[in-house]
Each structure stands twice: as structure tokens, then as C-alpha cells.
């Protein structure tokens, strides 16, 4: 079961909110920087959307800059996506600038600071009944798979981190997380998986 620190109280919520008003307004600069940058390399629209799993499984939308282009090949298919990262994208994610936009859902209460990352709404039927655990707390901008490995660990290790952390939740966790997403961030440490730019997709293995 989650503990009392994700399934219940304002603790949580207060806290996500004195890190994320502060963050935006003080980022606001740096965001504007990289909208402007983003629009002038990758085009229109600046801000990714995609519908995602949010707590119990209900669909919210996810918003990062844009890292890739909208090539496509002579069928009108978009190109696989290590031919669509820019240089200038790849260093959105490794810095985890592309994760701005995320802070006004925070704000917004459909994510948290801390937590599992969300992921799309094809994984949720793929999950074990473990794996869904991961569900019973809020998306986050990091979380405890993310300093731990983030997308260079397998999917299998990935998800049972995350379902950990919904059993381990604690004040001194999240802010342990905190400090630890900074180093990972400096080091810029495991930002695509073994042989993807990114992370390949989630197909079910259990």
C-alpha cells in the first residue's frame, strides 16, 4: 500500500508547491531562453503534448519542449527518432530543460515534484499487478528510478524503483531525491538507453 505521505495529507501538495511557484517564476527567463531557441531550430508547435498515465491510471497531459524535428521519410512516416534528436535537443534532455513546462502541472496538482515519471497510457495494460502499483502516487518531474539509473536501467528494474518508492514515501525521501536529481543532472548520467537515444518502449516483460 502507498504510505501516508503520497495517499494522504497536504504535506505533499505544500511542498510541491513551495518548490514548483518559486521554480517557474525564477526559471521563467531560462524557459523563455529555450522556447525561443526550440522555435527557431525545431519549428512549430515550441511545446510537446502527450496524453499520459497519471494517478490510478487517469490520463493527463505532459508538456516538454520539443527536442526533435517533424522529418519525415518520402512515405510521409516520421524518421525514427535518433534521426529526429538534434544536437540541440539531446542537451535539453541531458540538462532536463525540456522538463520545464512540467512545473505548471505540478502547479496544477496533476503531477508532483517527486515521483514516477509518467509514462503513456499503452503501458497501463501492460503492467503486472505490481508494476501498476506505480499508479497510487502522482506522476513526477524526477523520482527515485530517475537518480537511480533514469533511462540507461531496464524496464523491469525501472518499475520495481518506482513501485518502491510508493511503499518508502517519506519527506526525508523526496528531498533526498531532490538532491540527488541535481548530481544526476551535473553528471548528466543516464540520459538514453543502451543503443536508443531515449528509452525503447515499454512492451510488458515481467
Known amino acids: 500500500m502507498a504510505t501516508r505521505w503520497i495517499s ?12 514548483a511557484i518559486p521554480a517557474a517564476v525564477l526559471l ?3 524557459a523563455g531562453v529555450v522556447a525561443l531557441m526550440v ?3 525545431h519549428g512549430r508547435p515550441v511545446v510537446f503534448r502527450q496524453e499520459r498515465a497519471g494517478r490510478a491510471g487517469l490520463p493527463i497531459v505532459v508538456a516538454k519542449f520539443r527536442s526533435m524535428t517533424d522529418e519525415r521519410g ?4 516520421l524518421l525514427p527518432d535518433e534521426h529526429r534528436l538534434t544536437a540541440f535537443g539531446a542537451l535539453l ?5 525540456d522538463e520545464l513546462p512540467q512545473l505548471w502541472s505540478v502547479v ?3 503531477m508532483s515534484v517527486i515521483g514516477p515519471r509518467p509514462l503513456p497510457m499503452a503501458y497501463v495494460e501492460r503492467y503486472s499487478d505490481e508494476q501498476r502499483r506505480r499508479l497510487e502516487a502522482k506522476p513526477g518531474i524526477t523520482g527515485w528510478a530517475q537518480v537511480n539509473g533514469r533511462n540507461a536501467t531496464g524496464w523491469p528494474e525501472r518499475l520495481a524503483q518506482d513501485v518502491w518508492y510508493v511503499d518508502h514515501a517519506t519527506l526525508r525521501l523526496d528531498v533526498r531525491i531532490l538532491l540527488l536529481t ?9 540520459v538514453a538507453a ?10 510488458g516483460e515481467r
Not at 518520402?74 to 512516416?77: E, I, R, S, Y
Open 108 to 110: 496544477k496538482g496533476d
Open 74 to 77: 518520402a512515405d510521409g512516416v
Open 39 to 41: 522555435r527557431l531550430r
Open 194 to 203: 543502451d543503443g536508443h537515444v531515449t528509452m525503447r518502449e515499454f512492451m
Open 28 to 30: 521563467s527567463p531560462v
Open 93 to 97: 534532455r541531458s540538462t532536463s530543460l
Open 182 to 190: 541535481l548530481r544526476t543532472i551535473v553528471r548528466r548520467d543516464g
Open 8 to 19: 494522504g495529507g497536504c504535506g505533499k501538495r505544500l511542498l510541491d508547491l513551495a518548490i
